[in-house]
């Protein structure tokens, strides 16, 4: 069974320009989350979907970052102007029970 | 304020001993507490996890060990082995079980010395 797959997995970018990160998760996982994980730091939640509809963003800074999942499976997490504090390392997860599957993540840096 | 800590940072075992790694929580709304195992750039790995209603839960080399009114849980390695190094997160999620979105510690980095 493939594991969550992101891309890209590196990504380097000058302050303010746009940026957007893809996941793709385990087939026929209906639960799907975005975190981002600063260095030093455990992951910190951004975005959790349920089928195509985003039952939590409380977390998410809806000034610059915007999520989609249009049809309940793959997804896009965008940043729109990118910042100097938004380098990370930025996880996508799947679910369909309890237990969540993490893909390797994409490594952003802002410069 | 940091709802889930792990103390620790690091910790240094010797290959075949118990490795045992600490992590506290402040929400008593927290049901459901994950041990996460992470190697370089990979994503975090599930290891083992314990539901509020268990205080002990065991996966052959690994247990887990909850104590809710200390608000506190311990993962145990036992033995310990080399590919055991790596950083580990503790993680908790409030009622309705792991689907809920993971509130971490900051990890700790596993050493086994050979």
């Known amino acids: 069974e493939a594991g969550v797959v992101q891309s890209p997995r590196y990504k380097i970018i000058e302050k303010k320009q746009p940026v957007a990160f893809w996941c793709n998760p385990i087939s026929g996982h209906n639960t799907l989350y975005w975190y981002r994980q600063n260095l030093g730091q455990g992951p910190e939640l951004l975005i959790r979907y349920e089928n195509e509809e985003a039952v939590d963003d409380s977390q998410l800074p809806k000034d610059r970052f915007s999520a989609e999942r249009l049809k309940g499976v793959d997804s896009t997490l965008k940043i729109q102007p990118a910042e100097l504090g938004d380098s990370a390392v930025y996880l996508c997860a799947s679910s369909a029970y309890n237990e969540q599957f993490f893909g390797p993540g994409t490594r952003l840096t802002v410069l | 304020d940091q709802q889930v800590k792990q103390n620790s940072p690091s910790l240094s075992v010797q290959e075949g001993r118990i490795s045992i790694l600490n992590c506290d929580y402040t929400n008593s709304m927290f049901d459901y507490f994950l041990w996460y195992k992470k190697y370089p750039a990979e994503g975090p790995t599930f290891l083992i996890s314990i539901s509020s209603i268990k205080d002990k839960n065991e996966d052959g080399r690994f247990t887990v060990f909850l104590n809710k009114s200390a608000k506190h849980l311990s993962l145990h390695i036992v033995p310990s082995q080399p590919g055991d190094s790596a950083v580990y997160f503790c993680?908790?999620?409030?009622?309705?079980?792991?689907?809920?979105?993971?509130?971490f510690g900051k990890g700790t980095h596993l050493i086994i010395q050979p």
């Open positions: 993680a908790a999620s409030p009622s309705g079980g792991g689907a809920d979105g993971l509130t």
